[in-house]
């Protein structure tokens, strides 16, 4: 009777096990909604940083579906800093079993080894829910130690590996899947953070360039042992398409690009990959375009100075309305207590966000090089929404003007920099312009080392001639740095010269008597070390690169019949809630240029 009851108990516990596993995809009924510290405060974030954003969200926008709130990467350092990571001497905040605890300086309230938890308990009282950013692996700290794996007689010694370690943050080593106490560490690190109340963990360097199949596993497994329900992100991106069908059944929502910032260049290439990924939705199962950087952002984060977004309006139009059609989580990174009208506007639209939570078969409908349209099924039988946008650009450089050009240059190439000198033939005007090289704008940090005019008898450094004008896809143009702001270095040398970031243009106007220009381009480190993009070309110029300008606006013809509306229909604008009019056959809004609009379709019986 023993032996029967003992049998039993275990296949019902078999059972519940696999069903909670199952499960896991129920806790993300809609796309996730929160707030995220990393485009404000990178590394450096506080506690009450992060109490001010949890009390403004509780305030004012958890009755419009935001409820998450995540503490970004390094929460366990005591003296990290603003615009990049201190890997010269981290101060690391580490338990006896290896597992990373909150820095105390910064998190007052886990004094006493609490941890976490006071800081989620105050956010649960809140009703949000409280979240954290962690690296792949196990702290290089933690086996340099040779501490202990909680449950096991080995220690992390035996479970890592040096092999593929993440190039731009060395605070983890691999660890190595079939290795005795590898899923046993995993466990550990999750049931601590489950004992401090956690919802939602976003787990880095896991997904792209290279996709760690089993610790992906190992983490699913760690997470269900401990029946919290813990959503899953998994970063960065873009996440190898030839995984989707894995990811999409052991996470909650995976990174379809890298970091994204605000720059037009990095929103516009989402057109392309949102369509790429649009398949491989499921029922709590989301790509993720990352984080909203609207709002104010910079404030000490890796990119750019404090700012609000550089966004104009219509972009951020583009933004939401684009992440909402395709149904992408989202993730505000900007700092809510500096959050202005128009952004609260933004983000708490209720008939834009019935398309995020509510649509169903959304789809792209066309993509153009200028204009773009989705479409989705309302929840009402019969009704549709539609989204809109004017993608049109004025080309930025026109390679055939250009006096120079170089080839593609990447931190793969074996020489990452070219050298120019080249004759200026009476020119008055120079532009300096760095392009993505054609395939997105990730660490497209460039540099023009050494930029120099000169003549028979003379030099002038372009370090010491003020620009007329200068722009870059993020950040700004900077002299004798990088455009991160860390020291200019090109192929590892240190050099003076102008940083800048892809797509840019730096306009000159040349001395009289200058006949020549001459500089070494490069990848700035800051991008060399990284282990995603850095591609780009570099051109120069003797007259305005730009091409033609295109309108301020333009009709852009929407074939109603096509989406299956034969008679007359209804046409609401979600975005001011106004009626636009009744339509037959076609109807043309007429979108700004980077703009969006947002639609939904009643057919009038």
Not at 58 to 87: C, P
Not at 220 to 230: F, M, V
Not at 393 to 417: C, F, H, Y
Not at 567 to 595: A, M, Y
């Amino acid at each position: 009777m023993k032996k029967t009851l003992i049998t039993a108990l275990t296949l019902l516990a078999s059972v519940t096990f696999a069903q909670h596993k199952a499960d896991f995809h129920q806790w993300a009924a809609t796309p996730p909604m929160g707030w995220n510290s990393w485009d404000c405060f990178g590394p450096t974030v506080t506690e009450s940083e992060v109490k001010a954003n949890t009390d403004y969200m509780s305030k004012n926008l958890k009755q419009f579906g935001w409820e998450y709130v995540v503490v970004d990467i390094r929460w366990y350092v005591s003296n990290d800093k603003a615009h990049g990571y201190n890997q010269t001497d981290p101060q690391y905040n580490i338990d006896e079993y290896g597992r990373l605890l909150p820095a105390e300086n910064r998190f007052p309230s886990a004094k006493g080894g609490k941890g976490f938890k006071p800081l989620a308990d105050y956010i649960h009282s809140k009703g949000l829910k409280f979240g954290i950013h962690i690296m792949r692996g196990v702290p290089i700290v933690a086996v340099e130690r040779g501490l202990p794996i909680k449950g096991t007689k080995v220690t992390a010694k035996d479970i890592y590996s040096p092999a593929d370690q993440c190039r731009w943050l060395r605070d983890m080593y691999t660890i190595v899947p079939d290795k005795v106490g590898s899923q046993e560490y995993y466990n550990s690190i999750f049931e601590l953070y489950a004992s401090w109340g956690l919802d939602f963990v976003k787990v880095d360097d896991l997904s792209s360039p290279i996709y760690f199949e089993k610790e992906v596993e190992m983490i699913r497994k760690a997470i269900d042992r401990t029946g919290r329900k813990i959503l899953l992100s998994t970063s960065p991106g873009e996440t190898p398409i030839d995984h989707a069908d894995h990811v999409q059944k052991n996470a909650n929502m995976w990174r379809t690009v890298g970091d994204f910032w605000d720059s037009w260049e990095q929103l516009k290439e989402h057109f392309e990959v949102f369509e790429r990924w649009n398949k491989w939705r499921a029922f709590g199962a989301y790509p993720d375009g990352d984080m909203l950087p609207m709002g104010r952002i910079g404030i000490r984060a890796e990119r750019g100075n404090p700012r609000m977004s550089n966004f104009t309006k219509d972009e951020q139009y583009t933004l939401m309305t684009l992440w909402s059609i395709f149904k992408s989580p989202l993730m505000f990174g900007g700092n809510f207590p500096d959050n202005d009208t128009f952004t609260n506007a933004l983000i708490t639209n209720t008939r834009v966000l019935e398309v995020l939570k509510k649509s169903t078969n959304n789809r792209p409908l066309f993509t153009k090089e200028e204009s773009a349209a989705w479409v989705a099924d309302a929840p009402q039988k019969g009704e549709k929404f539609l989204a809109v946008f004017n993608k049109a650009d004025q080309k930025m450089a026109v390679e055939e003007k250009a006096v120079w050009k170089s080839g593609l240059i990447s931190r793969d190439t074996p020489n990452q920099s070219q050298s120019l000198d080249i004759p200026l033939k009476g020119a008055k005007k120079l532009y300096l312009v760095t392009t993505n090289g054609g395939d997105n704008t990730d660490w497209d940090h460039g540099d023009w080392a050494n930029p120099v005019l000169y003549n028979d008898k003379n030099t002038l450094s372009l370090t010491e001639l003020t620009w007329k004008k200068a722009t870059a896809g993020w950040g700004k143009v900077r002299v004798n740095q990088g455009v991160s702001g860390s020291d200019l270095v090109v192929n590892k040398n240190k050099e003076k010269g102008i940083g800048t970031h892809a797509n840019s243009v730096i306009e000159f106007d040349i001395p009289e008597g200058y006949t020549h220009f001459k500089a070494v381009v490069g990848v700035d480190n800051a991008a060399a070390m990284q282990n995603v993009g850095a591609t780009m070309q570099f051109m120069v110029f003797t007259e305005d690169p730009a091409g033609p300008v295109v309108p301020e606006k333009s009709a852009i013809s929407i074939d109603l019949k096509a989406l299956g509306f034969t008679g007359k229909c209804q046409i609401v604008d979600l975005w001011s809630g106004k009626k636009v009019g009744i339509f037959t056959g076609t109807f043309s809004p007429e979108i700004n240029r980077h703009g969006a609009g947002m639609y939904k379709i009643i057919p009038v019986k």
